[in-house]
């Protein structure tokens, strides 16, 4: 029994689960046990979004110190707006907004990447200045967008079988895949080597630039994908729908267990740190707290994981 | 060294860049709307880059030392309702306030310190907590900016106008301050080699604190400058400063690691910066576009200099 303790404690998206449960029991202890199936109903539904873009930043991240993709928000806010217009809620064209939402994702990596390489810039100010020109571009493409996104794409968004949303359920699938990925297959154990020292990942025959490239690639590709069934989930693309992601993906990287110095990476965790991020703002309202206290306390617990993880010491 | 030789030198080309874009941009400007070619003209366009700057410089100062605070835009627009709030009405609890703030940058500094943490993380979370003070204080906008504050930024001078006399104030004290004198080195050999300045008997600690809290200072005075011109608050008045600061850094020749900056240089990116919205309006573009170009001058920029260092060898 110690033993197993022993072991789990030294997982550190372990304390993840811990938290989302304590925040659970805390929540319906103080509604008296009501609500406390539909809580995790709803945390599932949220989660599924903030775990698909979470991993792709997490594989950024665990590529190595100073990289980060800032420009996720911005993608889901274009892919959305595309994907939404293009369909104009037509079940006959999901195939089409599909494709073209994936093509935004696709597009976006393949610029932050260029601007990366051979502009020589340095991850976090290139992905942040391709933000800039996606957010304008999803700004002035979908002015004034108000399109209903079509009904099968609204269906397999918010389905539930038994309380369970189908959504959560791909997404749990998906995440399962993509642990595989990190842990199992020579892509994986690449990002890993280059986060944890690009020179010997190098010398031991990896092609660094190609696994950042898949990377940066993967990651804008998810980002487009969460916009797509974000807007299917509320019922059309908004331009500022994907602004709340950019804490979020970062902030379930960090909860989640991955280290910020890269090269050691955590799927598990993201599941864990996404519901538990969800269930916090549920408490938080349950509570009755302000706006202003909801905005404090989610900063806060941010910064005290993170204190509490501790920055690992660059392994140069 | 002939003079075309003189100007070829890649490290001219570097340090003449920004400025370069600044002449560009305004010529362009001065081309397309000669009206705005005027002491009302410059007065109207670059009003707002007086907080634009402070704000810079406050991102500056945080990147000297190889951090970066996604956090500046949110503790602007929080010392911007503070001002409007608790200094307009009982101006000793607004100092304490405002100085509160500064103490509370300086403290994350040390925090990142001591546990060795990336600054993304620990500011992106922070802005959040600086947004939530912002929106108890001021929960709807309002509030109304303090006279004296409003009397110093509507000040009119003679021949030039207001906001390029106080850019070039604010360049100049940092420039002095930061770049000659023998703290300002060793504030700025902390980004470049941390261990060779720790052995040398510095605390980085220590470092680290100074530097924060310079930001911290300078967002609180950034935020002040804004409510003087706009004469009320929103929590969310500054949200893009954050995005302005680091492209104002950047194009002002800043690098991202290494201590590599330039007071001056961000001044004069801050300007550049503020002048894209007004050009923009002169080509008749959606404001829609605004960010976008934002974005695409600071790509160029890089672009530039990247061609520059490769002939740096």
Not at chain 2, 49 to 70: C, E, K, R, S
Not at chain 2, 79 to 102: E, K, Q, R, Y
Not at chain 2, 184 to 197: K, V
Not at chain 2, 235 to 262: K, P
Request: with cysteine; aromatic share 8%.
């Amino acid at each position: 029994m110690t033993a197993l303790a022993r072991t789990l404690g030294r997982q550190r998206w372990i304390w993840a689960y811990l938290g989302m449960v304590a925040v659970w029991l805390a929540t319906v202890t103080f509604t008296g046990g009501k609500g406390g199936g539909e809580i995790i109903t709803a945390a599932l539904s949220f989660a599924a979004f903030t775990v698909i873009v979470g991993i792709g930043q997490m594989f950024v991240i665990t590529t190595g110190p100073g990289n980060v993709d800032l420009s996720i928000p911005a993608t889901i806010s274009l892919s959305g707006a595309v994907a939404m217009k293009l369909m104009g809620g037509d079940n006959a064209m999901l195939l089409v907004g599909i494709a073209a939402s994936l093509g935004c994702g696709f597009a976006v990596g393949l610029f932050n990447y260029m601007l990366i390489r051979i502009l020589r810039i340095p991850p976090i100010i290139a992905t942040l200045s391709s933000s800039f020109l996606i957010l304008s571009t999803a700004i002035s493409y979908g002015r004034g967008l108000k399109i209903k996104p079509p009904s099968m794409l609204a269906d397999f968004t918010t389905t539930q079988v038994f309380g369970f949303p189908v959504l959560a359920f791909f997404v749990i699938l998906f995440a399962a895949i993509m642990a595989l990925i990190l842990n199992r297959t020579v892509y994986g154990r690449a990002v890993s080597a280059v986060g944890q020292n690009p020179r010997a990942a190098w010398l031991a025959g990896v092609d660094v630039e190609r696994i950042r490239f898949r990377t940066y690639l993967q990651s804008a590709v998810l980002a487009a994908v969460c916009g797509f069934l974000l807007a299917g989930f509320s019922g059309g693309a908004s331009l500022n729908m994907g602004e709340e992601y950019l804490l979020a993906s970062i902030a379930v990287v960090v909860i989640g267990g991955t280290s910020v110095a890269g090269g050691q990476g955590n799927v598990a965790g993201i599941i864990g740190a996404a519901i538990f991020m969800f269930l916090l703002v549920t408490m938080l309202n349950t509570f009755g707290a302000s706006a202003g206290v909801r905005l404090i306390m989610t900063g806060l617990i941010i910064v005290a994981v993170i204190t509490i993880a501790g920055g690992d010491k660059p392994q140069r | 060294m002939t003079i075309m030789e003189r100007i070829t030198n890649p490290r001219f080309l570097r340090s003449a860049l920004p400025l370069a874009s600044f002449a560009v941009l305004l010529s362009l400007i001065f081309y397309v709307q000669p009206r705005a070619m005027s002491y009302f003209g410059l007065n109207l366009m670059l009003q707002y880059a007086v907080p634009i700057a402070l704000a810079t410089i406050a991102q500056m100062f945080i990147l000297t030392v190889n951090d970066l605070d996604l956090s500046i835009g949110a503790f602007v627009g929080l010392t911007a309702s503070i001002g409007a709030t608790l200094l307009a009405d009982n101006p000793v609890v607004g100092v304490c306030a405002l100085a509160a703030c500064v103490a509370a940058y300086g403290a994350i500094g040390a925090l990142i310190h001591w546990r060795n943490l990336p600054s993304i993380v620990v500011t992106l979370g922070m802005s959040f907590v600086w947004l939530g003070i912002a929106v108890i204080i001021l929960p709807t906008p309002g509030g109304t900016s303090p006279a004296w504050i409003k009397a110093i930024m509507g000040l009119k001078v003679p021949y030039i106008p207001f906001p390029i006399i106080a850019a070039a104030v604010i360049a100049i004290v940092v420039q002095v301050l930061l770049m000659h004198t023998s703290y300002g080195a060793t504030l700025r050999g902390a980004g470049g080699n941390p261990r060779a300045i720790e052995r040398a008997g510095w605390s980085l600690l220590k470092i680290k604190i100074v530097m924060y809290s310079a930001a911290g200072f300078f967002g609180v005075l950034s935020g002040l400058s804004l409510i003087g011109l706009t004469s009320a608050a929103d929590a969310h008045i500054a949200d893009r400063y954050t995005l302005y600061s680091i492209a104002g850094v950047i194009l002002g020749g800043g690098e991202f690691v290494g201590g590599r900056v330039s007071p001056v240089g961000a001044v004069i990116g801050a300007l550049t910066l503020t002048l894209t919205g007004s050009f923009l309006i002169f080509l008749k573009i959606s404001p829609d576009w605004q960010i976008g170009a934002q974005g695409a001058i600071l790509i160029v920029v890089l672009a530039l200099r990247a061609l520059i260092k490769r002939r740096e060898g």
